[in-house]
């Protein structure tokens, strides 16, 4: 009795407010039916079974009044719009003038498979809107929505939801303070700080849509995902469960147990395991970081490719270089403009195209446009190494008491070049290893440190906390001092050992067929005549870059020329090859590709001798 009460007195209220005259609504069918006339309008009063339609809708109750074109329904009251749209109810107040209805008491709303379930609800019947505000449930297949607030917009098929929205599905849960729903493309629009949450993560962001169908989504608005051991964030998130595609875009951030990327926009396909980096990608993984305009990562594959400038830093190590590619066997390509850098050892690789593997330490260096060349800093002063092709590996030896060791070994092979600002050198190729630090040049080299050359079918130069500590000249060792146009200091032997402290000449040995050639100088610096011998060892002391002490072992035999009879072009040893036009001088003249030109003498015009290249003192034993 108390809700047809209520239900009347609303009726009494939407009366006086819904005037517009509309089709009469008519009694289709009524078990009993009795009429109350007043002064104003007449009264009908229907019971048992009742059925009414006024155009194209109909309604069915257990009883109903009708005053003009003013229904009260009470009792299962049901309302049908074509043959998807049926409104349920304990009671219905309808204007038939405004095409407006208002239903109470376990209100379910069906348009075809979804249905919407509410205490209250206003229907327009003509707009064909529902309008609830307190509290309704939205059932579309496995997914509810729920608000305090909304509205249903039943031609559109779209629903807007306000006030402490919470959607469930299989698949998660989702809170809002808003959100519209589009029940025929089965598809959530976010339009307020929403908070997803799934078995595994956590989703935030305010604006963006859910397709429960197509099972894709788009999330902006700040959008932020969060797993157990995953943080992803972007101006705005795709992504597509059925595809497995994943995108990041704009300010893209990726986070995953020991990986982190970042770039302008980051793809990610679950399905094949390819990650893209797209605008200042940046991606670390441990100590390893990879920078590059464009990176694409394979996770399965663990293949990753890099360009745009891409810059690899794997602990010590640095490489940069146009494009870099790195296969899962730990093999990698890099190509354009590569500077691979060694911080621990302060030394750096420049080439056009280098091929590195991992599991050995290898890298082969090659060069298009220039030769690749090494860079190594000591002291402040820079030694630069270029050939046509250079290698680079780790070795391990096992020595006598069975201890392994490992060592670097460094290859250089044709046309080798060497430029430091105290010694430069030339040879066919080169050998060297970190362990004895000894370049070996190879193949007729040649080795100039200020005015001395030094020649022999093999050059061992040892290397000492990375200076020159000593230059081995091994069969057919010369070494030629200039002096001034055609005058040289000579000195031959089958085996020469130049010793050096700090990259300067302190002492010299030459065994075996030993010979010389020097000029003597008068107090007045003015040639004497030239002193040549032959014997079977000779020492050499140095001092500031000066010879002050020769010792000549094993019967030397000497003989002095005045200088008025020496022909300084025939009195040369054999073999004598003055190089110097194939000195490097820069960095420019080892790593450019033309070849040296033919080795000639040096004509120079005439300047008067240094007095600090001869030497002081003489003693024979």
């Given amino acids: 009795m108390l809700r047809i009460i209520t239900v009347i007195l609303l009726s009494l209220f939407s009366y006086a407010l819904w005037s517009q005259e509309k089709e009469l609504i008519y009694v289709e069918h009524a078990d009993q039916t009795r009429l109350k006339k007043t002064a104003q309008e007449e009264l009908r009063i229907l019971n048992g079974d009742v059925q009414l339609y006024q155009d194209s809708t109909f309604m069915f109750c257990d009883s109903a009044s009708i005053r003009g074109n003013f229904l009260v329904a009470v009792g299962n009251v049901v309302l049908v719009q074509s043959d998807t749209i049926s409104v349920f109810g304990d009671s219905l107040v309808y204007n038939g003038n405004t095409q407006k209805a208002r239903l109470f008491y376990n209100v379910t ?21 529902a309008t609830y505000r307190d509290t309704a449930l939205l059932v579309n297949q496995s997914t509810q929505l729920q608000s305090i607030r909304g509205i249903y917009d039943v031609n559109e098929k779209l629903a807007t939801f306000k006030d402490y929205v919470v959607v469930r599905d299989s698949a998660f849960d989702l809170r809002a303070d808003s959100l519209k729903y589009n029940t025929g493309l089965g598809k959530a629009i976010f339009i307020s700080a ?50 497995g595609d994943l995108e990041l875009m704009g300010n893209a951030y990726y986070e995953e147990e020991s990986q982190l990327a970042k770039a302008k926009t980051i793809r990610y396909n679950e399905k094949s395991g390819n990650s893209e980096l797209i605008g200042e990608g940046y991606f670390k993984q441990e100590e390893s970081t990879v920078e590059g305009e464009y990176i694409k990562y394979n996770k399965t594959t663990e293949r990753f490719y890099a360009n745009g400038r891409a810059q690899i830093i794997d602990g010590e190590n640095q490489v940069i270089a146009d494009t870099i590619d790195y296969l899962k066997n730990g093999i990698g390509d890099l190509r354009g403009d590569v500077i691979w850098t060694d911080t621990s050892s302060n030394s750096s690789l420049y080439c056009d195209m280098a091929l590195y593997d991992e599991q050995t330490d290898y890298i082969k260096a090659m060069g298009r446009d220039t030769r690749p060349y090494m860079e190594s800093i000591s002291e402040g002063d820079t030694m630069y190494l270029a ?121 010299m040995t030459v065994e075996g067929n030993a010979e010389s050639i020097y000029y003597m100088l008068d107090d007045e610096d003015a ?22 002490d020769i010792k000549f072992y094993d019967t030397p035999t000497s003989v002095m020329i005045p200088i008025l009879e020496v022909d300084p072009i025939a009195l040369r040893l054999k073999n004598f090859v003055w190089n110097q036009d194939a000195k490097p001088v820069s960095l420019l003249d080892i790593i450019h590709k033309e070849g040296f030109k033919t080795p000639s003498v040096k004509n120079e015009e005439p300047k008067k001798p240094q007095k600090d290249a001869l030497p002081q003192t003489m003693s024979n034993q």
Avoid at 109 to 129: P, Q, S
Avoid at 422 to 449: C, E, H, K, M
Avoid at 456 to 464: C, E, R
């Fill in 109 to 129: 709303l069906e348009n075809g498979e979804e249905k919407l379930y509410t205490e209250r609800l206003d229907y327009d019947v003509g707009k064909r809107i």
């Fill in 194 to 243: 929403t908070r997803i949450k799934t078995d595994s993560a956590q989703i935030y962001c305010q604006g963006g849509f859910y397709d429960f169908r197509q099972k894709e989504s788009l999330l902006t608005g700040d959008p932020q995902y969060e797993s157990n051991k995953t943080r992803a964030a972007a101006d705005s998130i795709y992504y597509n469960q059925r595809t």
């Fill in 387 to 507: 050939a046509d092709t250079l290698f680079s590996f780790s070795m391990e030896e096992i020595d006598t008491l069975g201890v392994r060791d490992t060592m670097r070994v460094l290859k250089a092979y044709n046309d080798v070049r060497i430029y430091k600002s105290n010694l430069q050198a030339i040879g066919d190729s080169l050998y060297f290893n970190d362990r004895d630090s000894i370049f070996s040049l190879f193949d007729n080299p040649f080795v100039w440190s200020d005015s001395t050359q030094f020649s022999a079918d093999t050059i061992d130069l040892y290397m000492k906390n990375e200076s020159l500590n000593r230059a081995h000249l091994k069969s057919d060792g010369l070494i030629l001092n200039f002096i001034e146009s055609e005058y040289f200091n000579q000195i031959k032997g089958r085996d020469i050992n130049v010793y050096f402290s700090a990259d300067t000449l302190d002492y």
């Fill in 527 to 548: 040639f004497i005549g030239a002193n040549t011998t032959i014997c079977s060892k000779i020492w050499f002391k140095f001092a500031n870059k000066s010879v002050v």
